[in-house]
């Protein structure tokens, strides 16, 4: 399943992070902000429990959200949206996943992994900017699966049919919540007209 999340105030944010005039630090606020919008759409069904709240004039019925979140970025670039996700999720745990990309390959690379413990009603927020070829997230998948996690969203900012085509065929459970589904690959595995390289563009490295 994958939806696109067409929300004015995000498309909004979109337009300006792909700006190539856009500075690292707008970048890093946009992402952070553009996660915020994702987040909402994509945990709309997270489950709750029912808590009875004390107001000054009374009681009132409330929620608690339920069951063990945990937020994971896949590096570098997912790490601009993992600040904001524990802002609004300050109860779960991180887990970190390197993978970088073959230059010429477009291969995934792994390099680091740090996972939490896994509970049977773990739900992973799996954070990355960018989906290409789609290496880099399915490759995620299939260590957060191997890891004991079955329970997977995905968050991105920018996909292609390339991307969404191989996930959705590699990993149907896994649902993606994007900002946009963008033309094309190009030959070098970019995303056109996409942003760039948004690691690149977030830590000013280009
Ligand atoms: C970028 C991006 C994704 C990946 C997407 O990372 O952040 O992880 O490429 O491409 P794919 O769908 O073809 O795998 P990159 O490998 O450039 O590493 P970086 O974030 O460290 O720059
Ligand atoms: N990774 C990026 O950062 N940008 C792309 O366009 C493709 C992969």
Same mark, same amino acid.
Do not use: F, S, W
């Given at each position: 399943m994958h939806a696109v999340v067409r929300h004015p105030l995000l498309q909004h944010r979109l337009a300006i992070l792909r700006? !190539?005039?856009?500075a690292p630090k707008l970048f890093r606020e946009l992402v952070r902000e553009m996660t915020f919008f994702l987040a909402y759409e994509a945990l709309r069904d997270l489950p709750t429990v029912p808590v009875a709240v004390r107001t000054p004039m009374g009681d009132a019925d409330g929620v608690k959200v339920a069951g063990h979140l945990v937020v994971a970025p896949i590096l570098r670039a997912g790490m601009g949206m993992l600040e904001p996700m524990l802002e609004i999720l300050p109860y779960a745990t991180a887990g970190v996943i390197g993978t970088r990309r073959d230059? !010429?390959?477009a291969e995934p690379i792994p390099y680091y992994l740090n996972l939490p413990r896994p509970f049977p009603d773990s739900l992973v927020v799996l954070l990355d900017p960018m989906l290409a070829t789609g290496g880099s997230v399915c490759d995620a998948i299939v260590t957060l699966k191997k890891h004991g996690f079955p329970r997977i969203v995905f968050l991105n900012l920018i996909s292609c049919p390339e991307g969404i085509a191989r996930l959705e065929r590699e990993h149907p459970d896994v649902p993606v919540y994007t900002a946009a589904i963008d033309d094309h690959l190009d030959a070098?595995?970019?995303?056109?007209?996409?942003?760039?390289d948004a690691g690149d563009r977030l830590f000013g490295t280009l």
């Open positions: 700006a !190539t005039k856009t230059e !010429t390959t070098r595995h970019y995303i056109v007209p996409g942003l760039g």
